[in-house]
Nanobody, 114 residues
Framework: VQLVESGGGLVQAGGSLSLSCEAS????????MGWYRQDPGKQRELVAL???????NYADSVKGRFTIARDNAKNTAYLQMNSLKAEDTSVYYC?????????WGKGTLVTVSS
């Protein structure tokens, strides 16, 4: 399974950005898709996950501001990030669970300037 992340970049606090993650290859049993983020020297933390049936999980810190969605036909997940804060600055990693195996993207940097 290969993951291609897009989106991210630099935005001012209060602004919006969107991320997308497309999975390709042997993607016959993708269940969970989503994003984690990681700052230097810190553990990777959950941002949002979405399951095949549409069930979602969000970190408390992003609830009400971020929205995750997916297009199962395109094996693509989307993360809409609104009302961004400086503390949202991080490297965001896409994760996909296929046949109970986790696959990770290379990460995309999101920088929120205050």
């Amino acid at each position: 399974v290969q993951l291609v992340e897009s989106g991210g970049g630099l935005v001012q606090a209060g602004g919006s950005l969107s991320l997308s993650c497309e999975a390709s290859g042997s993607t016959f049993d993708i269940n969970t898709m989503g994003w984690y983020r990681q700052d230097p020297g810190k553990q990777r933390e959950l941002v949002a996950l979405i399951r095949r049936g549409g069930q979602t999980n969000y970190a408390d810190s992003v609830k009400g501001r971020f929205t995750i969605a997916r297009d199962n036909a395109k094996n693509t997940a989307y993360l809409q990030m609104n009302s961004l804060k400086a503390e949202d600055t991080s490297v965001y990693y896409c994760v996909v669970v296929n046949f109970n195996v986790e696959y990770w993207g290379k990460g995309t940097l999101v920088t929120v300037s205050s």
